[in-house]
């Protein structure tokens, strides 16, 4: 039997693992290159990019793993069966269901650990990798600037800036001709012109600092629009803080899709929205029954009295009160099947685990 295990495995390891490679890094690459254009131009250390791929693998794993181990065996079978050994070894006494439990005992070691891998794993690695792309998402462009174009400056303090500059040499970060409008004090309107200067960022890559020379500062008020302020000067440090693309990471980030979740809180959330939908029609059944019954109190008080019998409280509830228990039925209604299909959806993706 030990003999027989280790060449039925023998035969299919080798298709499993070719089939296993090929496919993740076919999926693989198709998802750097369709994410790649959300990190292009955005200035990223390379341990980002490195994290984007790491935390895309687990997702491939569980989708190449099955298909690898499907075509292993449809593989080993096929070349078993065209080279005649399965019935040879039935004609050696070997009863080829004795070929299935070695297989069995493998697949069954293979799905618990996807299991616990779809679980653990998988939830983790979806959740970290929606976080890293909602940062990246969120990381200013690399600062860019264009000749003789007005070029809106985006700081992270909201402040507002316009450049524009007659000429860019790429290699030294040289400037002429340089204009700045600054737009970033309510009220106030300043506007710097230099012959020449020099731009460059700060040691954390977050600011943008403009050394300029032979320049003028003309700034105009909005409360004296008839007067205005000049000043020359020499040279100028001009700084735009948050131009930069340092990209910030959350530390937080509690929030979590259906396949984010492991199966015990996908199950919590589930049992949560259906004890909400049970609450919900407890406390619309409860103020329908309060509503009636202050009605047709209100109803015996009024007969009592005009003097009339107790006929009188069979009378129809007042239209108002109608209106609002129907109201609040349909409210609640609404809520309830809210409730429900959201616990739905949870359900679904806590089968789609196992």
Partial sequence: MKILTRYVLRAHIGPFLFAFFTVTGLLFLNQVAQRMEEFAGKGLHWTV???????????????????????????????????????????????????????????????????????????????????????????????????????????????????????IDQTTNALTDITIFDLSTFGRYRTIQAARGTMYFDEDRTDLILALQDGVVVEVADQNPQELQRLRFGEQVVRMAGVGSELERRTGGEHRGEREMTLAMLSDRMQENLNRAEEARQESIQRSRDAVLGALEVQDEDAAEAGEGSEATMGLVDDEITEYVQSTYDLTANQVELFRLTAFRYQVEYHKKW
């Fill in 49 to 167: 990019i490195a994290e984007f791929m790491v935390l895309t693998l687990p997702h491939i794993i569980a989708l190449t793993l099955p298909m690898a181990v499907l075509v292993a065996v449809l593989y080993a079978f096929s070349e078993l069966t065209s080279a005649n050994e399965v019935s040879a070894m039935a004609a050696g006494g070997v009863n080829p269901s004795r070929f299935m439990l070695p297989l069995l005992a493998a697949g069954l070691v293979v799905s618990v650990l996807m299991v616990a891998f779809n679980d653990r794993v998988l939830s983790e690695a979806n959740h970290r990798l929606s976080t890293l792309l909602v940062d990246v998402g969120g990381a200013s462009p690399t600062f860019e600037l264009r000749e003789e174009v007005v070029n809106p400056v985006h700081t992270g303090d909201d402040s507002r800036y316009f450049l524009r500059a007659g000429q």
